[in-house]
């Protein structure tokens, strides 16, 4: 929907040139117009911008990558040596050429055979990595027997001579 804008008293702007200057005054502020002819002077008629397609808060994610069956993806930060540190534990590097991006902004489909990675801030770079989701379960299911082994730990009542004190971790659903 575009609008008419003429001076502050409603009136044309007297001259093309007073107009234009108005119009220079409004493109900074962000409003595209365009000089018309208006009654016995000038004025300016917005152009209506198309809005991009809306993305509702919490559905855009620029870390979003398509999951590859029998997978599991991740991105991890590329700092100090965690990058060699997950090769080792078996993930693999996801290439470009390996990747359609899931989300607008995910992975650049520039640099052909290149790692697929993305600016995660403060000049840290996330490399998406990938590992046989049968190694993926294995590891968690390693790192929840330790969780669990250590709150056990922490449930046994303490006989210890001097100690006082108690404990109490409940699960609440």
């Known amino acids: 929907m575009s609008e008419i804008i003429r001076t502050k008293d409603d009136k044309p702007f007297e001259t093309e040139k007073a107009a234009l200057m108005r119009q220079g005054q409004l493109a900074k502020q962000g409003t595209q117009t365009e000089v018309v002819k208006d009654e016995d002077g000038w004025a300016l008629k917005t152009i209506a911008r198309k809005r991009p397609p809306r993305v509702k808060l919490g559905t855009r994610n620029v870390l979003r990558y398509p ?46 055979g290149m790692p697929v990675s993305k600016s995660v801030g403060g000049g840290v770079k996330g490399i998406l990595m990938e590992i046989p989701i049968e190694w993926y379960e294995e590891d968690q299911k390693e790192r929840q027997d330790k969780i669990l082994e250590d709150e056990n730990v922490m449930k046994q009542p303490r006989n210890d001579a001097g100690a006082y004190g108690g404990m109490d971790i409940s699960v609440s659903a």
Do not use: C, W
Request: hydrophobic share 30%; no cysteine.
């Open 67 to 112: 999951e590859r069956p029998g997978y599991h993806r991740h991105v991890f930060n590329d700092v100090d040596d965690n990058i060699l540190i997950k090769q080792q534990a078996g993930y693999e590097i996801v290439q470009k050429k390996d990747l359609p991006s899931g989300d607008p902004r995910a992975g650049d489909a520039t640099q052909m």
